[in-house]
């Protein structure tokens, strides 16, 4: 019986290809971090990167800062979204696409955050000077 084997490189070069991500047209890698879309509760990122998360470049194996690319912002219908590109500071490698938005909803303003590298958050504060989820009630 033959025995298929494959190179390491063959087997990195699928692992890679496995785990992309499109969004966008762009393609996240998450082969550059730790976990992908890590809950990170209530920190909402308009600008920046979570370096914790960042494991290194999948494409040339470097540790570095990273570069903030296709920066975005556009406002719809009330809302504010800004988006931009996480690349390896090295080679340019495409390693997230980071969407943060903003709006007001009645009386709160609402913040969320989608980064395969940054995570996913949701926040809401209240635009009053007593935040009346915090009002307890009086009899």
């Not at 570095?64 to 800004?82: A, P, Y």
């Not at 955050?113 to 935040?131: F, N, Q, R, Y």
Request: proline share 3%; charged share 25%; glycine share 4%.
């Amino acid at each position: 019986m033959r025995r298929l084997s494959l190179s390491s490189r063959e087997v990195s070069s699928f692992r890679k290809q496995r785990r992309n991500f499109p969004v966008n047209c762009v393609a996240m890698c998450g082969d550059c971090v730790e976990k992908e879309y890590p809950n990170r509760g209530n920190i909402c990122l308009e600008n920046g990167s979570f370096l914790l998360n960042f494991i290194g470049c999948a494409v040339c194996s470097k540790r570095d800062f990273m570069l903030i690319t296709n920066k975005s912002l556009k406002e719809e219908d009330g809302e504010e979204i800004v988006t931009y590109d996480h690349l390896c500071r090295n080679c340019h490698h495409v390693i997230a696409r980071h969407e943060y938005t903003f709006s007001i909803m009645d009386e709160f303003q609402e913040y969320t955050m989608l980064c395969l590298l940054c995570g996913k958050a949701e926040d809401t504060i209240s635009i009053l000077p007593d935040d009346p989820r915090q009002m307890t009630l009086l009899f």
